[in-house]
């Protein structure tokens, strides 16, 4: 009878020393998005679960991610998805590789995008602009072997340049 009264003890007081301290704060894991962005990846959450082969699902997540400052998860979502033919899934990719300074990695999954939207019709000019613009941005710091880690100016510098002066053509006549 007394060893479970002493385990009890032992129990009720392990859980006052293990219990959070009150003053800590939670917060929600994409704090970078507003209740209606929150819901709408909940909602693709339950989707991506239901059909994980999905690749809109999967892109929108993705994209959402980004938005809420989570490109792991964003990649976490689309890795799976690498061999499909559909350009989000390379484009996501590479702009989750870019939020993580992963240029080289970032460029691979743009010739990935660029492949794929070549035998995509899904592919609208509008993106083939949107690859074009990135392509050429990253193509120079990967040239030149530019690594964010090493010289972070210098590799902003190049993507800045490659972005400036951005003109998309118009419909053609």
């Known amino acids: ?3 479970i ?3 009890l003890a032992l129990a009720l007081v392990a859980l006052v020393l293990l ?16 209740d209606a962005q929150r819901a709408r990846s909940a909602d693709l959450e339950r989707l ?3 059909r994980p082969d999905d690749v809109g699902v999967a892109a929108a997540l993705a994209d959402l991610y980004l938005r809420g400052h989570r490109p792991e998860w964003a990649l976490q979502t689309l890795s799976p998805l690498e061999g499909q033919p559909d350009h989000r899934v390379g484009l996501g990719l590479a702009m989750a590789h870019a939020d993580r300074y992963e240029l080289a990695e970032a460029k691979r999954a743009l010739d990935l995008a660029s492949g794929a939207c070549a035998k995509d019709a899904g592919c609208t000019e509008p993106e083939r602009a949107r690859l074009a ?9 990967v ?3 530019v690594r964010f880690d090493d010289d972070p100016h210098r590799a902003r510098a190049l ?3 490659g972005l400036h ?3 998309v053509p118009g419909p053609p006549p």
């Open 159 to 161: 993507i800045l340049e």
């Open 1 to 3: 009878m007394f060893r």
């Open 19 to 34: 219990m959070p301290k009150p003053g800590i704060k939670t917060k929600a894991g994409l704090d970078g998005l507003d």
């Open 143 to 145: 040239a030149d072997g």
């Open 165 to 167: 002066n951005a003109r």
């Open 48 to 50: 991506r679960t239901a």
């Open 133 to 141: 613009l990135f392509h050429r941005s990253f193509d120079r710091v």
């Open 5 to 7: 009264l002493d385990v």
